[in-house]
């Protein structure tokens, strides 16, 4: 199970933390991203990791704002954004890659709503 936590209501420019927190799963060699849909569009990939942290990738349109994270001890993965837009208002999702980076997402939360005003 993947709880994502951490979404809010914050002003453009801001920040905003997300962690997803993953339960009754060992930690594998697997991926985890995270994704965004925004009302009346599709879900779009936003960031990736690999198992050890060392590999990320991210959507054009946070590179340089945003940086995605792991604590595999905690079995967590994080997303911190940062110069935020209202154009990132969007429910945020974490998935998890079992086979890892570059393989299809097994896994998904909830969900957490992330609001930009303008």
């Known amino acids: 199970q993947l709880q994502a936590s951490g979404g809010g209501l914050v002003q453009a420019g801001g920040s905003l933390r997300l962690s997803c927190a993953a339960s009754?799963?060992?930690?594998?060699?697997?991926?985890r991203g995270w994704f965004r849909q925004a009302p009346g569009k599709e879900r779009e990939f936003v960031a990736a990791?690999?198992?050890?942290?060392?590999?990320?990738s991210y959507a054009d349109a946070v590179k340089g704002r945003f940086t995605i994270s792991r604590d595999n001890a905690k079995n967590t993965v994080y997303l911190q954004m940062k110069s935020l837009k209202p154009e990132d208002t969007a429910v945020y999702f974490c998935?998890?890659?079992?086979?890892?980076?570059?393989?299809?997402?097994?896994?998904w939360g909830q969900g957490t709503q992330v609001t930009v005003s303008s």
């Open positions: 990791i690999g198992w050890s942290g060392g590999i990320t």
């Open positions: 998935a998890v890659a079992q086979r890892g980076l570059g393989t299809a997402y097994d896994y």
């Open positions: 009754g799963r060992t930690v594998t060699r697997d991926a």
